[in-house]
């Protein structure tokens, strides 16, 4: 199993910047993919970004696409997501979630998960 550590969250005002950060370690593991999700109160979760670990792939929901930008560092088995005007509607708890099966192909396939970090983008 992946242990994570999020951070990055905070209050911004809309149209501003934040960027998150997520740690993955552990005894033995190999990332096949790290993605975001988020979840607003009262709503389900929602999946935001993934990259794909060997060829950095990546993808993004159409809420934020072409406002945010995810990236990794393989040396520090980290992924950032860089999230460019903020708009209201991204206020939520955004989760990192790292999957080790090859083939992947589904929000089931992420077994380990960060315990959140609260964005806020105020009115």
């Known amino acids: 199993q992946v242990q994570l550590v999020e951070s990055g969250g905070g209050l911004v005002q809309p149209g501003g910047s934040l960027r998150l950060s997520c740690a993955a370690s552990g005894r033995a593991f190999r990332l096949e993919a790290m993605a975001w999700f988020r979840q607003a109160p009262g709503q389900a979760r929602e999946f935001v970004s993934y990259?794909?670990?060997?060829?950095?792939?990546?993808y993004y929901a159409d809420s934020v696409r072409g406002r945010f930008t995810i990236s990794r560092d393989n040396a520090k088995n980290t992924t950032y997501l860089q999230m460019n005007s903020l708009k209201v509607g991204d206020t939520a708890v955004y989760y990192c979630?790292?999957?080790?099966?090859?083939?992947?192909?589904?929000?089931?396939?992420?077994?380990?998960w960060g315990q959140g970090t609260q964005v806020t983008v105020s009115s």
């Open positions: 979630a790292a999957t080790e099966r090859p083939g992947w192909g589904s929000e089931d396939d992420f077994g380990s």
């Open positions: 990259i794909n670990w060997g060829p950095g792939t990546t």
